[in-house]
């Protein structure tokens, strides 16, 4: 009976290489880091689950074969990334106008969401390039796609929150080491500047 799922040798290399995509700086981290220095762990809870929903879905997609509408479709991926950097500009701004975490959860200040952060995983760079990427290196056409593809897609959900997890700490410990207000305030305009500026990676 011919397997139909991944040899056992290569789920190993799929976790070191999910893990590794998934904790390198990309926007998604940013976002994660900036967002835990604004808005806490708990409230970027959300957006580490939406980011975990999100991209297994662009990667079954792909494995699928529905990425190739949006290169038959070159204006909905247009449209598409104008969108994804309309919701990082808004991002951007709310992390840099939020409250201080210990200022109370109940602000008016929106932290990044669920249904943002999975929606936004299809105009992510990072996201459509690890995607373009994993599938090729993991599936084999010769065998039965589906199953293969959704492995991969499970793999990158679950190494996507403790890779998230730690840009969140990172972001919340740095606030929190940062006792001079006027210094937080100019590390954390860093951040949210750094998710504006990963406006351009959608372009270029």
Known sequence: MPRTLPMIDQ???LVLFSFVAGVTPGPNNLIAAASGSRFGFRRTVPQ???VAAGFPLLVMAIGLGLGRLFVAVPA???ALKLAGAAYLLYLAWSLLHADAPDA????AESAPSFFGSAAFQWVNPKAWTVALSVIPTFVDPARDVVPQ???VALVFSLTALPSLALWAVFGVALSQLLSDEKLRQRVNG???ASV???VLLLFF
């Open 11 to 13: 789920i190993l290399p």
């Open 48 to 50: 580490m689950l939406g």
């Open 76 to 78: 909905l991926h247009l």
């Open 104 to 107: 109370g959860e109940g602000g």
């Open 149 to 151: 593809v959704l492995i």
């Open 190 to 192: 860093l951040l949210a």
């Open 196 to 198: 504006a500026a990963s």
